[in-house]
């Protein structure tokens, strides 16, 4: 069933959580944003998700009328699908232009229409979308997790949609507040430990987001958090060790040495990087 996370007279932004069938791929969320006659579909999916994702989107706006696809990175689960979304709507792709050339290889030739004014490449610093009466914004994220990453904040609705960040490795909807926030975290962990690339992007994407008026984070995979559980969030990932921390040697990573819940005293930097240190640094290299 589709779920409103906002619903005002001239706005209103709705989430498809249950398109994924048995067990063919990890549960997504699909976005749409209306704003008068203007539309925008977030994180639209692959092929698996084509037809179900445009049946839902359907009943809201004419596919031929959708405005925006926009798309937080390259992922098949993204945007796997770009070209029947170029094919039957008239919609225009948003992504990093570090994907630019990359999406158009998953449209065929025989696809006329997906040509270079179907796409708006957004810039490193990110950039406002236009919106009818509103805008979306563009937020860099990058390496949280692919190297060319955008979350889009809505002005209007305050939802910041944080595609794999925030990710849960679960198949619910309901929004976690402050107060289940420690139990949330390991349904978070395993994954953010592996698909985000350094604690470096979290405290970038932290203090970038520390101020922002946010009433929810929703990311494409599990629960949203709202409330209180938003500064839990950019707290627990301010902390978190991920992805090149916790490299040891090729193909082997340690488990994180911070604590996982962010209420509990945290272990100094120092300390972090002094724990059993390596007698040879290349150790397993070249063998
Ligand atoms: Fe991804």
Known sequence: MPVDLYKSSNHRCIAFNDLVRGEDGVQANQFLILNGEHS???????????????????????????????????????????????????????????????????????????????????????????????????????????????????????ILFTGDLGASMVDEFSPVDAADFDQHIPTMLGFHRRYMASNRACVVWADMV??????????????????????????????LECGTDLMTGPGRFREGLRLVADNAPKIPRAQVGSVAPKANPFEGVGH
């Not at 039957?88 to 050339?101: D, E, F, P």
Request: hydrophobic fraction near 40%.
């Open 210 to 239: 520390k101020d922002l008026d946010i009433e929810m984070i929703v990311p494409q995979h599990g629960r949203p958090m709202r409330g209180k559980a938003v500064a839990r969030f950019i707290d627990w990932i301010r902390q």
């Open 40 to 158: 925008a579909l977030i994180d639209p999916g692959g092929a698996l998700l084509y037809t179900p994702v445009s049946l839902a989107v359907g009943r809201y706006v004419p596919l031929k009328s959708l405005s925006w696809i926009l798309a937080s990175h390259q992922d098949p689960d993204v945007i796997g699908s770009a070209d029947r979304w170029l094919m039957y709507t008239g919609a225009t792709i948003a992504c990093s232009k570090l994907w630019g050339r990359f999406v158009p290889h998953s449209v065929p030739h025989y696809v006329d229409t997906g040509g270079k004014d179907r796409y708006l490449l957004i810039p490193d610093e990110g950039c406002d979308i236009p919106m009818g009466s509103s805008v979306i914004k563009a937020l860099p994220a990058h390496f949280l997790h692919s190297v060319g990453n955008f979350q889009f904040y809505d002005p209007l609705s305050k």
